[in-house]
């Protein structure tokens, strides 16, 4: 029988090995620390870290209304059914599409980042373009229009390196603070009705007051009753099963611990004879429960399929505006979360800024938003929950590729991931956003000029329910603070300064290394075969990309593993509270391979 160093050991001198660069394959850049059987295991755990995005993104861009607004669908239980059919659609489409995204992403770009509908990019989608319930300018089939147009434009601009300028002309502090701002966006879906646990509803006399009442507990006005006020059962089932607990498995590294919280309130909430069922007996209810019954089903996609419309005389400037803002959007979400996990697996180059593979990476995440497109779904972008499976031992391609196989195998069980409630994400959005935090700290706070509109980014996205209008609002006060100091100074030869003008972030247009991808700059070099990298280059980066983090002690080396609990920067440089893992090691390394990154 085979022992598991012996599969690392033959995989490892395989073509398969030498491909994705194992430690062992002999590559040039082969990555330290990366075998075979690790990588299967990190995949697993990061579609674990990752799996909840099939009930989630669903339920929020069912709450759109999708394809539903068929004359048929006038009636209102008549339009519940056509919205639970597209729920179905959806849980189908999120499965498929993070299955080849993710598969591709490691195949072609060889990073350990899976891919799949990002959350608050869906909430944008449903909630600001298209409206709850198609209540929005902009009809569900023009937001799709929109994002397959956007993969193709996000394709040409990384095929030319502008993906790579574009990101790096935000300024860094309004970088840090949409991280941020989209978590508290989360936060707020996460305490609603339609996506939540329900504990706060909108009023008129505040814009924000307390609810968690059941469906009966609604009065007049719709709004909660003073005597049903958090006396939904299925609220406090969705915060102790699916969020304290959930919190409680995570402080302990638990594998698996958001997608069991999840599964737990799931469970708790099936039988059809308490009073936090999801399936009650409603002509909805009976429906979703029938296709609950049939646990293992090939769902087939009916209704979100194609449902591009290219007729767009109508809709012109809120397609304009859906593609615009879906291209900024996605750059900073997907740009910043790849270079948040490149690090992490310690695939950066420190003198460009660049990492391995990254052409190919914003290839794969085009292309996959115009195909999720076809499919019904928002934008497709990196998961930050991949860390999870980078933390396990993850470095190469695989582990996304195993990721991918697992969320090919979801697709059969539709009827199970579509029958998740909504009280059992609503905790997970809360924790996601929480997760997204620490980015806060690494905001400069001390000049004025950074700190005000990184404020503002941060605030108005929850408050107006609109990353779009945080990024805007943000982005124009930067350039206005900024831009009139520097004209004052200019003015004044100088002698008017902000006394703290030092503590600025510095800000440039230029990106180290320049601005054209690698690729570019051989084929300008004359070299046939441009898509290949220099062997002289790759030698010498051979110890950068080793996919570990080192540390120099007085007496011995340490080699670290990131794990579950260390935050990331929206920048891709890890936060002020890391948390390593350490163990002894004896291996002999060059001068110069041992510098810790940051």
Known sequence: MLSVQTINEKVARSAVGRYFKLDGSGHPKERKGSLFLTEIRAGIAAFFAMAYILAVNASILSDSGGTADDPLCNMDNDYLLCISEVKRDLVTATAAIAAISSFCMGLFSNLPVSLAPGLGLNAYFAYNVVGFHGSGNTPYSIALTATFVEGFVFFALALFGLRQWLARAIPQPIKLATSVGIGLFLTIIGFTYSEGLGILQGATSTPLVLAGCPQTGFGDDGLCTEATKMRNPAMWVGIFAGGVLTVMLLLYRVKAAIIAGI????????????????????????????????????????????????????????????LITFLYVDILDTTGTLYAMARLANVVDPETGDFEGSTAAYMVDALSISIGSLLGSSPVTAFIESGAGIADGGRTGLTAMTTGICFFISVFFAPIFASIPPWATGSVLILVGSMMMPAAADINWRYLGDAVPAFVTIVVMPFTYSIAYGLISGILLYIIINTSVWAIEKLSGGKIVPPNKADKDPWSWRIPGGALPPWMVRAARGKRQFWRQDTAAATAEGGVAGGEIRHHDASATYVGEPTLSEGVRADGKRSTSPSIQGKETTETRAPGENEKLD
Not at 267 to 293: C, E, N, Q
């Open 263 to 322: 599964l737990l309130v799931s469970i708790i909430s099936w039988p059809r004879t308490t009073s936090l069922t999801y399936f009650p007996y409603t002509p909805v209810g009976d429906d979703s429960f029938d296709f609950f019954r049939k646990v293992v089903d090939f769902h087939h996609i009916q209704h979100t399929l194609t449902a591009q419309e290219w007729n767009l005389s109508q809709h012109g400037p809120q397609f304009g505006l859906a």
